[in-house]
């Protein structure tokens, strides 16, 4: 499983619970996608404000509101063209870091993990 961490903001600029650092994401990514026996895959993990992810879920759900996270699963057709389908490309998870003080991180990952399966 090859996870890709993506900070929407400079990451020091980012007040993130001690207990939540690069390794600690990828472990915990890692444990959740062979949970849910998505090994193979590939993954992208956006951290992000919530003023972003709202404009995220204003423009694609037609939703405004501040969610946790959001999830945007990668369908075949949509990778044919792009060389990403060869990878086993799962899709991409964006996680507002304000959540984190509400929610537990692994919580969080595996719930937004869970909405790309099909």
Not at 75 to 89: A, V
Request: glycine residues 2%; hydrophobic residues 40%; contains cysteine.
């Amino acid at each position: 499983m090859k996870i890709n961490i993506f900070w929407e903001e400079k990451k020091e600029a980012v007040s993130l619970p001690e207990d939540i650092n690069e390794p600690e994401i990828r472990k915990v990514a890692k444990t959740i996608t062979s949970d849910l026996a998505l090994r193979g895959k590939e993954l992208n993990i956006i951290f992000c404000s919530p003023n972003y992810i709202r404009k995220l879920a204003q423009r694609y759900l037609k939703k405004d509101y501040i969610p946790a996270s959001l999830s945007f699963p990668f369908k075949k057709d949509q990778l044919e063209k792009s060389s990403l389908s060869q990878k086993g490309f799962l899709g991409e998870v964006y996680l507002n870091y304000a959540a984190l003080k509400n929610f537990p991180f692994p919580y969080l990952l595996r719930h937004a993990i869970s909405r790309l399966i099909p």
